[in-house]
């Protein structure tokens, strides 16, 4: 899977939502991928190319591809009884609301190439994914990716951003003359819209990908939404520096490259370009309204009902299975140790090459905070431990094993909150939001989980020791504290 990060709404809309939230929800948001297989694609047509992937004297990564885990929430992603669900339901917007088929360059007799469009008219996007495509990094125009954060500071965010000269994609397929456009204008319009993203790169590769004679919360949807027999591996087209966010991608999928990486172009045997992260209902409930709740994968596998959703709590259980989480087992010793509430803290850190290493207050007497509560914690007749979440200084398995452990969740509006999807079902949410950051990012992960939420919405950034304590004393006593 190729995968590149969406820049540039028209309205710098990202520059308002922490880049975290966007990047893990596609786990957690990345906006465009192909996966690479090296096996056919059971449901697509037959491919008897052999199985050695190597194209032009290059070869493509070859690793031994993850199996998918068994999660509890999981239901069908395709096939079934069940038919596509209405356009503009909870399960349009999470689940397989790619329901309109459109066949770019049909499969013919042979083994050649072929592209289809799977359109979604709840989120105005598109699952692509073709046979025999073949991609060529030197007419792809971007940072080579992967390096060290520390050794890009500064680097300008164009740099990073794809720009494909025409050819960068090739698909074998019957073509008048030597090569012929893949797409129409026509077709880019009505499947893969602009709509308010001002640089859109996954519309852009194909704007250049030609058709050739014989001569290749997104990326887990478009895994699931393909009915991939496996987790692909993921290449990344874009420039994006190497930070900690990659360990999650690395544990998600079967591998993770960068397009540039490449020493010359690649053939795949099939390809998946996901939508961008602007595109995937994460983002889109902050700007429309659409009903929506949190349920049991067991509740909707007997009773489906579109206004209510297990996907969220599914793609949550993805990401702790795939970090090797035993999950039961942190259930059951939460119950045998007392009731931990997570205190997940704010510190100077360093999230891209733009990043100055100072995030901005949402709470400015967060230590304050944090010192009260531990004091008051430890004069409860029952036992509740107080955990200093202080991410930063944490890898992405310590941070999950954190929130599967908290009975509670309590910080400022931050990224860090985006790991309430692998919350259990028990967690209970406490969310401090300065009169600055007064935006429903979690507050919507909470209802589309099922957790219970609570809000404390400050006059400014400064929070009131007594409020808090309050508030928590309440949430405690609910869980017979």
């Known amino acids: 899977m190729m995968a590149s990060r969406a820049h540039g709404h028209r309205n710098r809309l990202p520059r308002l939502i922490p880049r975290v939230l966007l990047i893990v929800f596609a786990v957690y948001a990345v906006s465009f991928a192909?996966?690479?297989?090296?096996?056919?694609?059971?449901?697509?047509?037959?491919?008897?190319?052999?199985?050695?992937?190597?194209?032009?004297?290059?070869?493509?990564?070859?690793?031994?591809?993850?199996?998918?885990?068994?999660?509890?929430?999981?239901?069908?992603?395709?096939?079934?009884?069940?038919?596509?669900?209405?356009?503009?339901?909870?399960?349009?917007?999470?689940?397989?609301?790619?329901?309109?088929?459109?066949?770019?360059?049909?499969?013919?007799?042979?083994?050649?190439?072929?592209?289809?469009?799977?359109?979604?008219?709840?989120?105005?996007?598109?699952?692509?994914?073709?046979?025999?495509?073949?991609?060529?990094p030197a007419l792809i125009a971007m940072s080579r990716g992967g390096e060290p954060l520390e050794q890009v500071m500064g680097r300008a965010e164009e740099e990073e951003l794809p720009r494909y000269e025409p050819g960068a994609l090739l698909v074998e397929g019957p073509a008048a003359g030597k090569t012929a456009p893949l797409v129409d204008t026509g077709l880019l319009n009505n499947y893969v819209p602009t709509g308010g993203i001002g640089m859109h790169t996954m519309r852009a590769?194909?704007?250049?990908?030609?058709?050739?004679?014989?001569?290749?919360?997104?990326?887990?949807?478009?895994?699931?939404?393909?009915?991939?027999?496996?987790?692909?591996?993921?290449?990344?087209?874009?420039?994006?520096c190497k930070a900690q966010l990659e360990q999650t991608w690395e544990a998600l999928f079967s591998s993770v490259t960068y397009a540039k990486n490449f020493s010359g172009?690649?053939?795949?045997?099939?390809?998946?370009?996901?939508?961008?992260?602007?595109?995937?209902?994460m983002f889109k409930g902050l700007s429309e309204s659409f009903s929506c709740e949190g349920a049991s994968a067991q509740s909707l596998q007997g009773k489906p009902d579109y206004d209510k959703t297990a996907r969220l709590s599914e793609f949550g259980e993805m990401i702790v299975a795939s970090f090797g989480l035993p999950q039961d087992d942190i259930m059951s010793s939460k119950k045998s140790k007392g009731l931990n509430v997570l205190f997940v803290r704010r510190e100077d850190y360093l999230a891209h090459p733009r990043h100055s290493g100072k995030v901005e207050s949402r709470l400015s007497n967060e230590r304050e905070v944090y010192d009260a509560i531990d004091k008051w914690a430890k004069g409860l007749k029952?036992?509740?431990?107080?955990?200093?979440?202080?991410?930063?200084?944490?890898?992405?398995?310590?941070?999950?094993?954190?929130?599967?452990?908290?009975?509670?969740?309590?910080?400022?509006?931050?990224a860090g909150l985006t790991h309430l999807v692998s919350a259990t079902p028990d967690t209970r949410v406490l969310e401090i939001i300065s009169s600055m950051y007064r935006r429903p990012h979690f507050a919507l992960i909470s209802q589309w989980k099922a957790l219970e939420y609570h809000a404390i919405n400050l006059p400014g950034s400064y929070a009131r020791i007594t409020d808090v304590i309050s508030e928590l004393s309440n949430i405690l006593t609910g869980l017979g504290c």
């Open 265 to 281: 172009p690649v053939c795949f045997r099939h390809a998946i370009l996901s939508p961008l992260g602007y595109e995937t209902a």
């Open 382 to 414: 029952c036992k509740v431990n107080v955990v200093n979440g202080l991410f930063a200084h944490m890898n992405m398995k310590e941070q999950l094993h954190a929130i599967l452990e908290a009975s509670v969740v309590i910080g400022a509006h931050g």
């Open 34 to 136: 192909i996966y690479l297989l090296r096996q056919p694609h059971r449901p697509s047509p037959p491919d008897p190319t052999p199985r050695t992937d190597v194209r032009d004297g290059v070869r493509a990564p070859t690793s031994s591809q993850k199996p998918w885990p068994r999660l509890p929430s999981f239901l069908p992603w395709v096939g079934g009884p069940s038919p596509p669900p209405p356009p503009h339901t909870c399960e349009a917007y999470f689940g397989n609301g790619f329901s309109r088929r459109v066949e770019v360059l049909p499969a013919r007799g042979g083994g050649g190439g072929w592209f289809r469009c799977h359109h979604s008219e709840t989120l105005g996007s598109s699952i692509c994914e073709g046979a025999r495509v073949r991609l060529d």
């Open 205 to 240: 590769l194909l704007e250049s990908a030609r058709v050739v004679p014989p001569d290749w919360y997104s990326a887990y949807v478009s895994s699931r939404v393909t009915n991939l027999p496996n987790r692909p591996n993921v290449v990344f087209v874009d420039g994006h």
